[in-house]
Protein backbone atom coordinates (compact mmCIF):
# COMPACT_ATOMS: atom_id res chain seq x y z
CA UNK A 1 0.00 0.00 0.00
CA UNK A 2 1.36 3.49 -0.68
CA UNK A 3 2.19 6.00 2.30
CA UNK A 4 -0.67 8.17 1.49
CA UNK A 5 -3.40 5.72 -0.33
CA UNK A 6 -6.16 8.41 -0.55
CA UNK A 7 -4.07 10.33 -2.85
CA UNK A 8 -2.84 7.32 -5.13
CA UNK A 9 -6.70 6.89 -5.42
CA UNK A 10 -7.51 10.06 -6.57
CA UNK A 11 -4.82 10.35 -8.61
CA UNK A 12 -6.71 7.01 -10.54
CA UNK A 13 -9.85 8.80 -10.63
CA UNK A 14 -8.41 11.69 -11.80
CA UNK A 15 -6.96 10.57 -14.58
CA UNK A 16 -10.46 8.68 -15.82
CA UNK A 17 -12.09 11.96 -15.73
CA UNK A 18 -9.18 13.62 -17.66
CA UNK A 19 -9.16 10.80 -20.04
CA UNK A 20 -13.25 11.35 -20.59
CA UNK A 21 -12.57 14.88 -21.28
CA UNK A 22 -9.75 14.12 -24.14
CA UNK A 23 -12.13 11.66 -25.58
CA UNK A 24 -15.19 14.13 -25.61
CA UNK A 25 -12.34 16.90 -26.64
CA UNK A 26 -11.74 14.32 -29.47
CA UNK A 27 -15.42 14.20 -30.53
CA UNK A 28 -16.12 17.43 -30.76
CA UNK A 29 -13.26 18.56 -32.77
CA UNK A 30 -14.40 15.83 -35.30
CA UNK A 31 -18.08 16.82 -35.11
CA UNK A 32 -17.70 18.34 -38.83
CA UNK A 33 -14.93 15.83 -40.05
CA UNK A 34 -16.30 15.09 -43.49
CA UNK A 35 -15.35 11.58 -45.01
CA UNK A 36 -15.87 9.99 -48.65
CA UNK A 37 -19.29 7.74 -48.50
CA UNK A 38 -16.99 4.90 -49.38
CA UNK A 39 -15.03 5.73 -46.40
CA UNK A 40 -15.78 4.85 -42.80
CA UNK A 41 -17.52 7.82 -40.68
CA UNK A 42 -15.07 9.71 -37.60
CA UNK A 43 -16.51 7.30 -34.79
CA UNK A 44 -17.73 8.65 -31.24
CA UNK A 45 -15.38 7.99 -28.56
CA UNK A 46 -16.32 6.26 -25.77
CA UNK A 47 -14.54 5.92 -22.26
CA UNK A 48 -14.77 2.91 -20.61
CA UNK A 49 -14.39 2.99 -16.87
CA UNK A 50 -13.63 0.45 -13.70
CA UNK A 51 -13.68 0.42 -10.35
CA UNK A 52 -10.00 -1.32 -9.09
CA UNK A 53 -10.14 -3.99 -6.43
CA UNK A 54 -13.75 -3.45 -5.64
CA UNK A 55 -13.20 -7.01 -4.22
CA UNK A 56 -16.78 -8.61 -3.70
CA UNK A 57 -20.28 -9.02 -2.07
CA UNK A 58 -18.21 -11.33 0.73
CA UNK A 59 -15.45 -9.67 1.23
CA UNK A 60 -16.14 -5.96 -0.31
CA UNK A 61 -12.49 -4.57 1.14
CA UNK A 62 -11.74 -0.93 0.16
CA UNK A 63 -11.11 -0.28 -3.71
CA UNK A 64 -8.57 2.10 -5.27
CA UNK A 65 -10.26 4.20 -7.37
CA UNK A 66 -11.17 3.57 -11.08
CA UNK A 67 -9.17 3.37 -14.13
CA UNK A 68 -10.15 3.47 -17.77
CA UNK A 69 -10.88 -0.17 -18.87
CA UNK A 70 -10.75 0.68 -22.60
CA UNK A 71 -12.05 3.17 -25.32
CA UNK A 72 -15.56 2.14 -27.48
CA UNK A 73 -16.55 3.50 -30.65
CA UNK A 74 -19.81 4.74 -31.85
CA UNK A 75 -20.71 4.14 -35.06
CA UNK A 76 -18.69 4.20 -38.46
CA UNK A 77 -21.91 4.32 -40.77
CA UNK A 78 -22.34 8.38 -39.64
CA UNK A 79 -24.90 9.87 -41.24
CA UNK A 80 -24.90 11.14 -45.12
CA UNK A 81 -25.67 14.91 -46.05
CA UNK A 82 -26.55 15.75 -49.59
CA UNK A 83 -23.22 18.81 -50.18
CA UNK A 84 -22.53 18.06 -54.37
CA UNK A 85 -20.22 21.18 -53.83
CA UNK A 86 -17.58 19.45 -51.26
CA UNK A 87 -14.57 17.89 -53.00
CA UNK A 88 -15.10 14.53 -51.48
CA UNK A 89 -18.82 13.95 -52.11
CA UNK A 90 -19.40 11.12 -54.33
CA UNK A 91 -21.26 11.33 -58.07
CA UNK A 92 -25.03 11.19 -56.33
CA UNK A 93 -23.26 14.63 -54.40
CA UNK A 94 -23.08 12.52 -50.65
CA UNK A 95 -20.40 13.21 -48.28
CA UNK A 96 -20.36 11.26 -44.63
CA UNK A 97 -20.44 12.99 -41.60
CA UNK A 98 -20.11 11.41 -37.97
CA UNK A 99 -22.99 10.91 -35.67
CA UNK A 100 -22.14 12.80 -33.07
CA UNK A 101 -24.54 14.78 -30.72
CA UNK A 102 -22.94 18.57 -29.82
CA UNK A 103 -25.50 18.46 -27.25
CA UNK A 104 -24.76 14.93 -25.87
CA UNK A 105 -20.99 15.52 -25.75
CA UNK A 106 -21.06 18.98 -23.80
CA UNK A 107 -23.24 17.49 -21.44
CA UNK A 108 -20.48 14.42 -20.60
CA UNK A 109 -17.96 17.48 -20.47
CA UNK A 110 -19.66 18.95 -17.56
CA UNK A 111 -20.04 15.87 -15.84
CA UNK A 112 -16.61 14.92 -16.60
CA UNK A 113 -14.85 18.46 -15.46
CA UNK A 114 -17.75 17.82 -11.98
CA UNK A 115 -16.36 14.67 -11.35
CA UNK A 116 -12.38 16.13 -12.08
CA UNK A 117 -13.12 18.83 -9.45
CA UNK A 118 -14.85 16.79 -6.98
CA UNK A 119 -11.85 14.16 -6.99
CA UNK A 120 -9.66 17.07 -6.74
CA UNK A 121 -11.28 18.34 -4.00
CA UNK A 122 -10.69 15.05 -1.83
CA UNK A 123 -7.06 15.46 -2.59
CA UNK A 124 -7.38 18.56 -0.57
CA UNK A 125 -8.95 17.22 2.64
CA UNK A 126 -6.92 14.15 2.31
CA UNK A 127 -3.79 16.03 2.76
CA UNK A 128 -5.54 18.30 5.90
CA UNK A 129 -6.17 15.20 7.66
CA UNK A 130 -2.59 14.06 6.21
CA UNK A 131 -0.60 16.73 7.96
CA UNK A 132 -2.90 16.27 11.01
CA UNK A 133 -1.61 12.82 11.01
CA UNK A 134 2.11 14.29 10.73
CA UNK A 135 2.03 16.60 13.31
CA UNK A 136 1.67 13.81 15.88
CA UNK A 137 3.58 14.28 19.19
CA UNK A 138 4.69 17.82 17.95
CA UNK B 1 2.79 3.88 27.65
CA UNK B 2 0.06 1.72 25.62
CA UNK B 3 -3.03 2.20 27.59
CA UNK B 4 -6.30 1.45 26.68
CA UNK B 5 -6.42 5.20 25.84
CA UNK B 6 -3.48 4.94 23.31
CA UNK B 7 -5.14 2.05 21.88
CA UNK B 8 -8.54 3.48 21.42
CA UNK B 9 -7.69 6.71 19.73
CA UNK B 10 -5.01 4.51 17.40
CA UNK B 11 -8.37 2.21 16.67
CA UNK B 12 -10.21 5.29 15.67
CA UNK B 13 -6.90 6.47 13.80
CA UNK B 14 -7.65 3.47 11.59
CA UNK B 15 -11.12 3.46 11.16
CA UNK B 16 -11.27 6.87 10.36
CA UNK B 17 -8.60 6.26 7.54
CA UNK B 18 -10.42 3.36 6.33
CA UNK B 19 -13.37 5.70 5.71
CA UNK B 20 -11.18 8.43 3.75
CA UNK B 21 -10.17 5.84 1.93
CA UNK B 22 -13.65 4.31 1.01
CA UNK B 23 -14.81 7.97 0.13
CA UNK B 24 -11.68 8.57 -2.25
CA UNK B 25 -12.86 5.13 -3.73
CA UNK B 26 -16.37 5.75 -4.21
CA UNK B 27 -15.77 9.72 -5.74
CA UNK B 28 -13.26 7.92 -8.11
CA UNK B 29 -16.10 5.55 -9.20
CA UNK B 30 -18.53 8.77 -9.46
CA UNK B 31 -19.42 7.70 -12.78
CA UNK B 32 -17.91 4.06 -12.96
CA UNK B 33 -20.86 1.43 -14.41
CA UNK B 34 -22.10 -1.12 -11.37
CA UNK B 35 -20.29 0.40 -8.94
CA UNK B 36 -21.88 0.86 -4.88
CA UNK B 37 -20.69 3.26 -2.81
CA UNK B 38 -18.59 1.16 -0.20
CA UNK B 39 -19.38 1.47 3.48
CA UNK B 40 -16.85 1.25 6.63
CA UNK B 41 -18.15 0.55 9.99
CA UNK B 42 -15.85 0.95 13.20
CA UNK B 43 -17.73 2.74 15.78
CA UNK B 44 -20.14 -0.14 16.81
CA UNK B 45 -17.13 -2.92 17.30
CA UNK B 46 -14.21 -0.23 18.94
CA UNK B 47 -17.23 0.77 21.57
CA UNK B 48 -18.08 -2.96 22.31
CA UNK B 49 -14.14 -3.38 22.34
CA UNK B 50 -13.80 -0.39 25.23
CA UNK B 51 -16.73 -0.91 26.84
CA UNK B 52 -15.04 -4.90 27.48
CA UNK B 53 -11.64 -3.04 28.40
CA UNK B 54 -9.43 -4.39 25.13
CA UNK B 55 -9.60 -1.59 22.03
CA UNK B 56 -7.00 -3.98 20.45
CA UNK B 57 -9.89 -6.37 19.89
CA UNK B 58 -11.56 -3.67 17.47
CA UNK B 59 -12.36 -4.60 13.94
CA UNK B 60 -13.09 -2.65 10.97
CA UNK B 61 -15.88 -3.92 9.10
CA UNK B 62 -16.75 -2.82 5.32
CA UNK B 63 -19.75 -3.34 2.98
CA UNK B 64 -21.40 -1.74 -0.16
CA UNK B 65 -24.21 0.28 0.20
CA UNK B 66 -27.86 -0.71 -0.69
CA UNK B 67 -29.16 2.16 -2.03
CA UNK B 68 -31.16 2.81 -4.64
CA UNK B 69 -28.92 3.11 -8.31
CA UNK B 70 -29.46 4.95 -11.04
CA UNK B 71 -29.74 3.87 -14.38
CA UNK B 72 -25.62 3.19 -14.96
CA UNK B 73 -26.53 0.77 -11.84
CA UNK B 74 -24.05 3.32 -9.62
CA UNK B 75 -25.08 4.32 -6.08
CA UNK B 76 -22.43 7.16 -5.43
CA UNK B 77 -24.23 10.13 -3.98
CA UNK B 78 -21.27 12.82 -4.13
CA UNK B 79 -23.69 14.95 -1.70
CA UNK B 80 -23.52 12.52 0.98
CA UNK B 81 -20.32 11.48 0.33
CA UNK B 82 -18.51 15.03 0.15
CA UNK B 83 -20.59 15.53 3.70
CA UNK B 84 -19.04 12.18 5.37
CA UNK B 85 -15.87 12.89 3.59
CA UNK B 86 -15.41 16.47 5.83
CA UNK B 87 -16.93 14.92 8.62
CA UNK B 88 -14.50 12.38 8.93
CA UNK B 89 -10.90 14.46 8.17
CA UNK B 90 -12.82 16.77 11.03
CA UNK B 91 -12.89 13.65 13.17
CA UNK B 92 -9.33 12.40 11.70
CA UNK B 93 -7.74 15.98 12.98
CA UNK B 94 -9.69 16.01 16.53
CA UNK B 95 -8.44 12.09 17.41
CA UNK B 96 -4.82 12.94 16.40
CA UNK B 97 -4.87 15.97 17.99
CA UNK B 98 -6.47 13.87 21.10
CA UNK B 99 -3.21 11.36 20.83
CA UNK B 100 -0.79 14.60 20.55
CA UNK B 101 -2.29 15.57 24.15
CA UNK B 102 -1.60 12.17 25.20
CA UNK B 103 1.93 12.65 24.18
CA UNK B 104 1.83 16.16 25.75
CA UNK B 105 0.88 14.30 28.87
CA UNK B 106 3.99 11.82 28.65
CA UNK B 107 6.30 14.67 28.04
CA UNK B 108 5.11 16.83 31.18
CA UNK B 109 5.71 13.44 33.30
CA UNK B 110 9.23 12.78 31.36
CA UNK B 111 10.25 16.27 32.17
CA UNK B 112 9.09 16.27 35.45
CA UNK B 113 6.65 19.63 35.04
CA UNK B 114 10.10 21.72 34.33
Known amino acids: ?134 QIGK | MHDVTMSALHHALRGLSARQRTIADNIANLETPEFLAGRVDFESSLSAAVQAGDPGAAEISTSRSMAATGVNGNNVNLDQETLTLIETDLRYQMTSQAVSNKFGLLRTAIKGGA
Open chain 1, 1 to 134: MATFPVLSTMANGLSVFRTWMDAVGDNLANLNTVRRTDEAAFQARFVVAEAVDYGNAATPGIGSGSRVAGVAFGSAEGRLVHDPEHPLADEDGMVRLPDIDMATQMTQLIQAQRGYQANLAVVDRARDAYLAAL
